[in-house]
């Protein structure tokens, strides 16, 4: 880092084997044929916490799609990034630094995923990480910010390019699911506060909700078909819902960005 300080505050360094799951198939997915074109694909997992694991795990994912991608596991407590180093091999380094993603040679990296990263800032300074971020980007590349639980069964994060927020997924193991606006606790930093009345995010968890309910009949066959009808709904009554059955089958939702932006500040 030649003697620079690391952008940004510790966070609490939670992590769990497996808790990124759903993110990591998602930008696998989606995001695969940008990994595929890359002349150099360098992606960053930001802020891993106190244990390597989600590192490790998006360099195998992201490997099936794009065998020679590189990851660096970026932190800014240096006893992670020392603890993490044994776990290092080909494709795989850790660095310490923040917001300012410092990578060797300084490369632009084609993806960041910041997940958990943001939960204690305040809303307010959401705006100008994301734009921090994605000015570190290389051309066509991808910052995805986002919040789950301890386990990964309840995700939302959103994607941004060098523009600005494309989309907001929700994501949840169906299975535990009591309804889709259980997964308003995990809302990002830039929603979070914003799920009340007035305000799109709440308006879409609510027709979700509705959506969900009236699917009901469906729960024979399992809370798959019901999610899925459910989100063909939301379709078809006018939601912005982007991709397919093949994702929405996988406990999905991707909404163009726009649906659920936060209304201006009185």
Request: hydrophobic share 45%; net charge positive; aromatic share 6%.
């Amino acid at each position: 880092m030649s003697g620079k300080r690391a952008e940004g505050v510790v966070t609490r360094g939670t992590t769990n084997p497996n808790r990124l799951r759903r993110m990591d198939r998602w930008i696998a997915a989606t995001y695969a044929a940008q990994l595929r074109r890359s002349p150099d694909p360098v992606a960053v997992d930001l802020g891993y916490g106190a244990a390597p694991w989600t590192a490790v795990e998006l360099l195998d994912r992201l490997r099936r799609v794009r065998p020679d991608v590189r990851v660096v596991g970026v932190e800014i407590e240096p006893a992670r990034v020392a603890a993490a180093r044994p776990y290092a091999r080909d494709g795989l380094v850790f660095v310490h630094g923040g917001f300012e993603v410092p990578l060797p040679g300084d490369a632009r990296p084609l993806l960041i995923r910041a997940a958990n990263v943001l939960r204690q800032y305040d809303e307010s300074e959401v705006r100008a990480v994301w734009a921090r971020l994605c000015a570190r980007l290389a051309p066509g590349g991808l910052l995805v910010e986002g919040t789950c639980d301890e386990i990964g069964r309840r995700h939302v994060w959103v994607a941004l390019g060098p523009e600005g927020p494309r989309t907001v997924t929700f994501a949840t193991r169906l299975g535990s699911l009591g309804r889709p606006s259980d997964l308003a606790e995990r809302l990002p930093k830039a929603l979070i506060h914003r799920n009340v009345p007035g305000e799109p995010v709440h308006a879409f968890l609510t027709a979700f909700d509705r959506a969900w309910a009236a699917a009901a009949p469906l729960s024979a066959l399992g809370a798959r078909q019901r999610w899925i009808r459910a989100v063909r709904d939301l379709r078809d009554a006018g939601w912005p819902v982007l991709h397919g059955p093949a994702r929405w089958r996988q406990g999905e939702v991707t909404l163009a960005w726009e649906a659920v932006a936060p209304r201006a500040n009185p």
